[in-house]
Structure formats: C-alpha cells, structure tokens
C-alpha cells in the first residue's frame, strides 16, 4: 500500500496525480478546497460520507496500475 489514510489529501494529489480521478469519482472534489491542506484522506472521506476502505483500496489501485 502506498497510500495511506492518515496522508494528507494534496500530499497525494501532488504526488500521485492519477488519484485525482479516483476522489472525484467518490464524491470528493477537495483539490479547491481549503480543508484540503489539512485533512488526511480519512477526515475527508468521513466528511463526505465515504466508505475509507473502497476509497483506500481505489487510491492505491490507480496508483499501482501507472507504476
């Protein structure tokens, strides 16, 4: 696993820009958003109401399959 829930959300879209399209797809466009600097993907998906484990294991699928 190379993502993690306690990353920050712009810590992995910086570093893994091919996970943008997995946030979106589950409901979360946090790249505008302010609370983007300070949450860790686990905060964020508990806002929206997200299941962490789908999310977790999407994130790190996207990144896996561009390496």
Do not use: W
């Not at 993502?3 to 979106?24: A, G, N």
């Not at 409901?27 to 299941?51: K, P």
């Amino acid at each position: 696993m190379l993502i993690t829930e306690k990353m920050s959300i712009l810590e992995v879209v910086e570093k893994y820009p091919q996970t943008i399209s997995v946030f979106r797809n589950h409901g979360m466009g946090c790249f505008g958003c302010s609370a983007a600097r300070f949450e860790n993907i686990e905060q964020g998906a508990s806002a929206h109401g997200i299941d962490i484990t789908v999310l977790m294991a999407a994130l790190n699928e996207a990144v896996e399959s561009n390496s």
